[in-house]
């Protein structure tokens, strides 16, 4: 099978990162092709990023399915341009942050989401919010580093568990999701640093998941249901002309 990963921001930096991540977790015989976008925005971390980057990942994955991919995914928690892009497409379209909380949902009681910034807390609550699963949700709580600043590994870990702890201790998390998909090469070490306090727990690594999703849906012949996502009606659209 054929997955389009569309790294859905400008910075082509994460490109490679994103190609050598999501090979670890693609089963023999997938393959991969990685593209951030050409226009839009650095990173992800608001509401207006989402809406300037939005016709370059419809655009991508309009080709994509045209190229012949099986699948796509929209590599970005806030699952950007997910609706609109399941309503245009013939193939299963997946975003990392519901398929992440439908995974920790059935796996805990209660889960919580620990982001980059606070921005992202809303964008994260109503994604929840919309899958039905509000009630699941903990808490969402971030780490306060930007999204191009996730390269210090170190800090980042170590916040990470200091947010995780919080959220297991005050906020009654039965499970924890990694809030960004830049977040690459934790999950482990948060795992492990649970457990040596105490808590076995699931983290979800949203990438991880997501491939294995999308490869089974894909495997299964199942793709967003045309009568929740209808596709958009023929009309004259004049965005593409100056774009």
Not at 27 to 52: H, N, R, W
Not at 92 to 106: F, K, L, T
Request: net charge negative.
């Amino acid at each position: 099978m054929k997955i389009k990963i569309i790294v859905p921001i400008t910075t082509k930096e994460f490109e490679e990162s994103t190609r050598e991540e999501v090979i670890k977790f693609a089963s023999p015989g997938t393959e991969m092709s990685v593209e951030a976008l050409q226009y839009g925005t650095a990173s992800i971390e608001s509401s207006y990023d989402e809406v300037l980057n939005g016709p370059g990942i419809i655009k991508m994955a309009e080709k994509a399915q045209t190229e012949g991919f099986d699948g796509v995914f929209i590599d970005c928690m806030g699952d950007p341009a997910l609706d609109a892009v399941r309503e245009k497409l013939e193939i299963p379209v997946v975003g990392p942050a519901r398929a992440s909380m439908i995974y920790a949902a059935d796996l805990a009681h209660r889960f919580s989401v620990v982001t980059v910034l606070e921005n992202v807390v809303v964008l994260v609550e109503n994604i929840a919010l919309l899958l039905g699963l509000r009630d699941k949700l903990a808490s969402v709580r971030h780490v306060n580093i930007p999204v191009l600043a996730l390269t210090d590994i170190k800090k980042l870990t170590e916040t990470l568990i200091e947010e995780s702890l919080r959220a297991i201790k005050e906020d009654g998390a039965h499970a924890i999701i990694l809030g960004c998909t830049g977040m690459l090469g934790v999950a482990d070490d948060l795992s492990q640093a649970l457990k040596n306090n105490g808590y076995d727990i699931p983290v979800i690594y949203p990438v991880a998941v997501s491939i294995k999703y999308l490869e089974t849906l894909i495997s299964l012949k199942l793709k967003q249901s045309k009568k929740t996502y209808l596709s958009p009606s023929e009309k004259e659209r004049n965005i593409w002309e100056v774009i």
